[in-house]
């Protein structure tokens, strides 16, 4: 009898045991592909082509020039029979900007001699004349500065005067005749600090006549 018993609860828990493992697997949901869900290969084509779309390569750019403007600025003002080409602006700005750099070291010595080197001769002749001297000196606000000549010029009124000046930008008066100068925080204001002349192909500063 205890035997009958034994087989039929064995029975009766395979059942149970069966039935509810039945049941789960038919009531696991399925996961079924979604629609937001993409291979990643094809998001990385996707967004390539996106992007290449608004891309404009580099090989199909025109590239500007940095000094473009102040090469049209710098020649704006040359007659028709005259012009300068970009290599010329661009070899003449370099050895203008050389001559001021060399003349800053000759102005904090007070190497009168070696300042001339760079002037004009004109310029030279012009403030070596006591009677142009006599009129520089009536011209600065300082009544008490005595000039007595070119070199007092040079350590009395050059240096104080242009000093530390900078040439940013070049304008041609003419394809000899340059002035050097920058412009104010404006940037409308060209603030000119030297002139310059060429002779015999070589660039030299001119001083204005005092008028």
């Known amino acids: 009898m205890k035997r009958i018993l034994f087989f039929i609860l064995i029975s009766v828990s395979l059942l149970v045991f069966y039935s509810c493992a039945s049941n789960s697997s038919e009531e696991k949901p399925q996961v079924e592909a979604s629609d937001d869900i993409t291979d990643v290969d094809e998001v990385v084509d996707t967004e390539v082509s996106s992007v290449e779309d608004d891309v404009v390569f580099l090989d199909d750019v025109q590239e500007v020039p940095d000094n473009e403007d102040e090469y049209l600025r710098s020649t704006n003002e040359l007659s028709a029979e005259e012009s300068v080409s970009k290599q010329e602006f661009e070899e003449d700005k370099a050895e203008i900007l050389r001559i001021i750099a060399e003349l800053e070291k000759i102005m904090k010595k007070g190497d009168f001699e070696g300042w001339k080197k760079y002037i004009a001769p004109d310029s030279i002749n012009y403030y070596s004349s006591p009677a142009n001297i006599r009129k ?3 011209k600065l606000p300082d009544k008490t500065t005595q000039l007595h000549g070119i070199k007092d010029y040079f350590t009395k009124v050059f240096i104080k005067i ?19 100068g920058y412009y104010k925080a404006d940037k409308t204001t060209f603030v000119i600090t030297y002139y310059f002349v060429k002779i ?3 660039w030299y500063v001119h001083i204005p006549p005092v008028e």
């Open 136 to 138: 520089v000196q009536k």
């Open 162 to 180: 242009r000093q530390g000046s900078s040439v940013e930008e070049i304008r041609y008066i003419s394809k000899n005749n340059i002035r050097g």
């Open 200 to 202: 015999d192909g070589k």
